[in-house]
Every structure is written in C-alpha cells, then in structure tokens.
DNA sequence: GTTTTATATAGTAAAACTACTATATTCAAA
DNA sequence: TTTGAATATAGTAGTTTTACTATATAAAAC
C-alpha cells in the first residue's frame, strides 16, 4: 500500500539504484551480512568468508565509494562497518522474505510463478 | 535482530544478488514502481515513462529473465507485470527507507555518517 | 635494519551492461 | 492485400564489472 502515498523521488531513484546495483553481487551480501555483527578488518573478513584478499579491498572500496561502509584505520588495519541502517533494513527485508520462502508463504519457484494482480 | 536467527542461506544469496543488481537501474526501478499499479504494455511504459520503445522492451527482457516480471500476450500486445510478491517487498522497503530520510529519522548524508556500532 | 603482516593499488583480459539504430514479426485495420 | 501499430530482435560501440596476478606501502615484530 505504499504504492501511491509514498511516491519514489526521481531524486532517491538514483540512490536506490546504486545501493541496489552495488548490493547486487553474492561477495558483497555476504561482506555486508557479515558486517552486520560489527566491524571487521579486512583480513577477518578475506579468512572468514573465504575470499581472496584483493577481492575483499576491491569490494570494500566499491562499497565505500557508494557510501554504503566507513572503515577506521589502526596501525596497519582497517575496521570496516556499514555505513548506515539503511543498509541493514535492506538486509532485514531480504531475510524477511528469505523467511517467507522458506516457509512456503510465498512461492519462489518461478517458471511456475503466478501472479494475477489487480487486473482491472 | 534479523541477524543470528535467520541467516541468509548461500542458495537465497545467489537469488538476492540476482535480483538486487536488476533492480539496480533507475528505468528498471521505475518500470518496476509502475507496474505495481498493475500490469502494463510496452506501449503505456514506453510512452508514461517517457523510455523508448527498444529501451523498454530490453529491460523487460532482462527483468523476465530475471523472473521479476511475467507477460501475457493479447494479439499484438504484451501485458506485463511484476513475477512475485518479492520484488513488491522489496520496493517497498525503498519506499520506507525514502520516508525516513525525507523525515530526518535517518541520515543519508553520507560522508558525513557517523556509525560506531556495537565495538566491543 | 630486516623481515613479516595487513592492505591497498595497478594492471588486465573477459564478461556483462547500456543506449541506440535499424529491422523483423505479427496482428489488426482499411 | 496493403498499411499501420505494437513489440521483439539484431547488431554494436562504449562503459562497467569481475576476477586475478603482481606489486607497492606502511606499520609491527624480530
């Protein structure tokens, strides 16, 4: 029901595009749930999430070029952490509907998806 | 809170990143919002959205691909409409997220995010 | 001082996306 | 049966992403 009263900005559809899009890659969900428990250097995630070290830098500096994590730096470490609850309301709705799948709620099977909506 | 108890499942993160990095376009998003008015044709999106006619019809493409949207043909024209719930959901997380910031409940700022988290 | 450790950066080839133009296809209409 | 309308497809040049390898930096530890 937030169809007509909360109409999306023009403004905001650019904003959402790019968290959207930036969100968009396995690595990065994985990188952002894991941030989820509290910032992290990037060894702890490289060892943890099993990704080669490049690739974690190369992802946390996406996600901070779109503002989606900060870091701090301390001596020769970096602690990253999500740049704002935005994200993790993103998160929280993917695992809602995670949920939902899970327990049949919804039907995710596609191919076999059906959906009649409101057809006038 | 969403975090320990329902862990994003590897299987749902290969599908989330699918889905999340479709809808990371601004027309996609847009054609998106407008189908949950109800299903559309090529012809009401191209021409409401002011997107052309090939535009629409290749991120329609991809978003069917995708299994966001589905369509029905009729003769010579095609009814689109949104695939699942999901994407519904996930919008209008958006819409939420758009509603808080425009509130001022939520910085988007950025830049200037402040974000300490629970550091232990 | 020299060697690790922890990260960022450079460089790069392959794949995917974008935005367009041109064209084919299929019904509907005259 | 020719025209027009509604869409899909093909083709393509330019831009981003991806995934790696190699390397530079800077602080720590010896």
Known sequence: MTTDQTKISPEFIQ?????LKTLGHPDRIKI??????GEKT???????LELQQ???SQHL??????D????????????????????IKILNCM???????????WDFDFSTTS???EIA
């Open 68 to 87: 989606i994590v900060i870091f701090r730096q301390e001596g020769t470490r970096y602690f990253y952490s999500l740049a704002n609850n935005f994200i």
């Open 54 to 56: 490049p690739i974690v």
């Open 32 to 37: 952002v749930e894991y941030l989820e428990n």
């Open 95 to 105: 695992s809602d509907v995670q949920g939902k799948l899970n327990s049949g709620e």
């Open 61 to 66: 500096k996406m996600m901070h070029d779109r």
């Open 42 to 48: 990037v060894g702890q995630i490289h060892r943890d």
């Open 15 to 19: 904003n959402a595009a790019r968290i």
């Open 115 to 117: 959906n009649q909506k």
